[in-house]
């Protein structure tokens, strides 16, 4: 069965401070991993997904297979940044598994 | 830009009712799911939906929650008789296909008195 782990649930740093989310996976199969973000009051978006090996709103995510991790890390935080971040799996099959997810908030 | 749509944002019934949620993918995605979440906890997988049959399921996803295409348009999920532990957020989600990006609906509330 796959599981995905997001260590800290509460995140705080100063705007303009580097942050990473951190997330670890266990799956026997080859997964596809995804960051989802939920802004106040707005519904789960798709932030980046390591296929796509793309940066979004400044953030990168970089899947280490050796160490079954896909942290997510931004070199300089901004306020609006501020929102709950999921790391998610998704099988071949369709099945998705979502960590618990990381509350960031960016101090001014 | 398209969007998914649920109906309706906030539902309250009595423990033991049933109750139908519905959804709205995007047009033209091909893969549809369904998650919850209960207050204060994390996301989790309900059941996907492919080419009108169940593909994958979670244990959450007992004989008392069934799925439905029911005219090419709305995708719904039913509980057959709701629980106090069924209160939570209910999210419908789509996508192109099973490993592309899911585009979630803004949830339904369940709430079961």
């Known amino acids: 069965a796959q599981r995905v782990t997001q260590p800290e649930k509460l995140l705080s740093v100063f705007k303009g401070a580097p942050v990473e989310l951190k997330c670890n996976y266990s799956?026997?199969?080859?997964?596809?991993l995804f960051w989802y973000v939920q802004y106040s009051r707005q519904r789960l978006q798709l932030l980046l997904r390591?296929?796509s090996r793309e940066s979004i709103k400044g953030f990168t995510a970089d899947l280490n297979k050796g160490e079954t991790s896909f942290h997510l890390k931004k070199p300089f935080a901004q306020e609006e940044d501020s929102a709950m971040y999921y790391c998610?799996?998704?099988?071949?099959?369709?099945?998705?598994?979502f960590g618990d997810g990381t509350t960031l908030t960016v101090k001014p | 830009e398209p969007e998914v749509t649920q109906t309706p944002s906030h539902q309250v019934t009595q423990m033991g009712q049933e109750v139908i949620l519905r959804c709205v993918p995007i047009?033209?995605?091909?893969?549809f799911y369904w998650y919850r979440q209960i207050l204060g906890q994390k996301v989790e997988f309900l059941v996907s939906?492919?080419?009108?049959?169940?593909?994958?399921k979670s244990e959450i996803f007992d004989d008392q929650f069934s799925v439905e295409r029911p005219d090419g348009s709305n995708f719904t999920l039913k509980i057959r008789s709701t629980k106090l532990e069924d209160s939570a957020m209910y999210f419908c989600?789509?996508?192109?296909?099973?490993?592309?990006?899911?585009?979630f609906g803004p949830g339904t509330r369940l709430t079961v008195l």
């Open positions: 989600a789509s996508s192109e296909d099973r490993v592309n990006e899911q585009f």
């Open positions: 799956y026997s199969g080859s997964p596809e």
């Open positions: 390591h296929i």
């Open positions: 998610a799996l998704t099988t071949n099959a369709g099945k998705s598994t």
């Open positions: 047009s033209n995605h091909l893969y």
């Open positions: 939906f492919y080419n009108n049959e169940i593909s994958e």
